[in-house]
């Protein structure tokens, strides 16, 4: 008796061409852009929402506290703006998704995520499309405190930092007397550093040693995994 | 830290078109036994495999990603069927064009013949173990139902074949309690 196995390879061409491997990328590029686009709409008009309705409540309350409370005083202070922080989680690099920077000095930079393995959470430091490199962390790993691990020209070119789990973010001493801060960020799995990514501004250059913001509280975070 | 070699574009793609290549001949092979039509299967086959690239990020570390494109390709074809009614109807009743589907004379006609007698989910079944050496697991995910139904849609199906001429040596024959 022919094995079934046999019989079943035997009743279908197997000397299929192959289809046009190109084409077919240019297909899946396609539909991810369109789910992309569906994606962002449907956060636009989730925000809209957001912002619509909390507007409304505080008019709302506004108006409720109007008639007893004399109006006060309105003070401004000063807020530091970071610029360079995590805008969004998503698309990254090459079909990886990850954590997209944003504002002025983060724009175009990423950290993609490749799935988790065995072998550890693989990280690729992207600038502007192009790949600078990546490493591959544990669940545990550690960068010692006080200690920046720098990829990219850390004096003037996008650089990415990884630092030590209670840095909350990163102070860069510039020649014009300013200094650009970068916001750290974690990446889920990942539990014993942090990352940032920055550029310079066209005509400046870092004139001293970084300083890094620490938060007692992110230090106390346990390792969890195995 | 240590850090490793860049990444580069062309890694991505060498994998691609590796596990492309490897991969298509057999899911056309497998979508056509399970849905009787050469024709659809490439067109679910290249569907399926357009989603394995688009979820790139997911599908990249898959173990078994025939498996994966199996599934893909008989939820696709479920898909059509239930958009069209009255194909779906002629698909399991008359069957399809049967040069579509002749590709070894008479023995191959009669194995198609055998397989248009048995359910679907029998079908889906017969071919992910037979053709595409799945493990019951993996026929069950594929088909959507647990792992005993699969198994005893593998028997069933097997039990039907036999009566027909056909069998294979698999302990999967004998039934389980």
């Not at chain 1, 449907?42 to 909390?54: F, K, M, N, R, Y």
């Not at chain 2, 004379?105 to 017969?126: H, K, N, P």
């Not at chain 2, 071919?127 to 995910?141: F, Q, S």
Request: hydrophobic share 40%; charged share 20%; aromatic share 6%.
């Amino acid at each position: 008796m022919i094995d079934l196995s046999e019989r079943l390879h035997r009743a279908v061409p197997e000397d299929q061409p192959l289809p046009d491997l190109d084409r077919l990328r240019d297909r899946a590029s396609s539909r991810n852009t369109a789910h992309q686009r569906f994606r962002f709409g449907a956060v636009i008009c989730a925000a809209l929402l957001l912002v619509g309705g909390t507007l409304a409540l505080r008019n709302q309350a506004r108006h409720s506290t109007s008639a007893s409370s004399p109006a006060q005083p309105t003070s401004s202070t000063d807020v530091e703006e970071f610029t360079s922080s995590p805008a969004d989680t998503g698309p990254c690099y090459q079909g990886l998704s990850g954590i997209v920077f944003g504002g002025t000095y983060g724009d175009g930079l990423c950290l993609a995520v490749a799935p988790p393995s065995e072998d550890g959470t693989m990280v690729w430091f992207v600038a502007d499309g192009t790949n600078n490199g990546g490493t591959r962390f544990q669940a545990c790993s550690k960068t010692p405190a006080g200690v920046i691990k720098s990829i990219g020209d850390p004096a003037t070119g996008p650089s990415f930092f990884v630092v030590a789990a209670d840095v909350t973010s990163l102070s860069i001493p510039l020649d014009s007397g300013s200094s650009l801060t970068a916001q750290t960020v974690s990446v889920a799995g990942i539990d014993g550093v942090r990352f940032a990514a920055t550029r310079y501004p066209a005509d400046a250059s870092v004139t001293g040693p970084i300083s890094l913001n620490t938060d007692p509280l992110g230090g106390t975070v346990e390792c969890t995994a195995p | 830290v240590e850090f490793v070699r860049q990444w580069s574009v062309e890694d991505d793609r060498e994998i691609q078109a590796k596990v492309v290549g490897a991969a298509y001949p057999h899911l056309v092979g497998a979508l056509a036994l399970a849905t009787g039509d050469v024709a659809v299967a490439e067109d679910l086959a290249q569907e399926a495999i357009v989603r394995f690239l688009s979820k790139w990020d997911a599908t990249r570390s898959l173990d078994n990603p025939a498996a994966w494109l199996y599934r893909v390709g008989l939820n696709l074809a479920r898909s059509r069927w239930r958009r069209a009614a009255a194909e779906r109807r002629s698909l399991t009743r008359a069957g399809p064009p049967r040069e579509s589907r002749d590709h070894d004379g008479a023995d191959a006609v009669a194995l198609w013949g055998a397989l248009d007698t048995l359910t679907a989910r029998q079908r889906q079944a017969i071919v992910g173990r037979y053709y595409l050496d799945m493990t019951p697991a993996e026929i069950a995910e594929a088909i959507g139902c647990r792992h005993s139904t699969a198994k005893a849609h593998l028997r069933d199906g097997l039990a039907s074949l036999r009566t027909l001429g056909l069998g294979t040596h698999d302990d999967l024959e004998v039934p389980t309690p």
